[in-house]
């Protein structure tokens, strides 16, 4: 158990929905990653906050957005779903920007239809 | 740009024979690198990590690893591969100057009974 907490663990959804994907970084994490994994793609970073604040941008479509909030807990949300948007989505945290040891949750597998 | 290659995408070894799994990085400076692993259905979990210093490092679950700046490699090794190693293996380098952790296509290990 690596003390973050992604949910839901599936999500089944219909092409054009809207979803929220949600992440509990470890406790004392200040830092958190969101990163898509498709068979395709393979392991994508996708965006990072720290403290609240963004701190890194990576492949992120312009139809997903995301944030941390003042518990440090982070939303990915995703628009306009597409069926290509189909993947693994997981978040990770660190306690501070200076290594990349990441701690990763199991993931939020989504499902569009 | 930073880049991580995994030339094998999938690698057979008998079980109780040793494993070496090829990583190669493209980075300016000295790289922090990593290798984690990935079993069905799970998240990422992080092996080993090189900062500086040894460049052959000790891992979780028997697995080392060895930089080798001058071939710009980070390869996997065990001596003795058991069944429970199947699984997804991920090399990752991170980037300072970006604050993201970039990592290759994975290498699919299975194990032969």
């Known amino acids: 158990d690596s003390g973050v907490t992604q949910t839901p663990k599936h999500l089944i959804t219909a092409t054009g929905q809207r979803v929220t994907l949600r992440c509990s970084p470890r406790?004392?994490?200040?830092?958190v990653y969101w990163y898509q994994q498709s068979l395709d793609q393979g392991l994508q970073f996708l965006i990072q906050?720290?403290?609240?604040?963004?701190?890194a941008k990576g492949n992120i479509l312009e139809r997903f957005s995301a944030q941390q909030f003042p518990d440090l807990h982070s939303e990915l949300n995703l628009s306009s779903l597409e069926l290509g948007d189909s993947a693994l989505y997981f978040c990770?945290?660190?306690?501070?920007?200076?290594?990349?040891?990441?701690?990763f949750g199991e993931g939020s597998r989504l499902t569009v239809l | 740009a930073q880049s991580v290659t995994q030339p094998d995408i999938h690698i057979t070894v008998s079980e109780g024979a040793s494993l070496e799994l090829r990583c190669n990085y493209s980075?300016?400076?000295?790289?922090?690198l990593f290798w984690y692993v990935q079993s069905p259905g799970q998240g990422l979990q992080l092996l080993l990590k090189?900062?500086?210093?040894?460049?052959l490092v000790q891992g979780i679950k028997g697995f080392e690893a060895e930089f080798k700046r001058s071939q710009s490699s980070f390869n996997l090794r065990k001596p003795s591969v058991h069944w429970s190693d199947a699984a997804e293996y991920f090399c990752?380098?991170?980037?300072?100057?970006?604050?993201?952790?970039?990592f290759g296509q994975g290498t699919t290990l299975q194990v032969k009974p």
């Open positions: 990770a945290s660190s306690v501070d920007l200076s290594t990349g040891e990441l701690f």
């Open positions: 406790s004392g994490d200040l830092s």
């Open positions: 906050y720290y403290n609240g604040e963004e701190r």
């Open positions: 980075y300016g400076a000295t790289p922090y």
């Open positions: 090189y900062f500086s210093g040894d460049t």
């Open positions: 990752a380098v991170f980037s300072g100057n970006t604050g993201k952790l970039i």
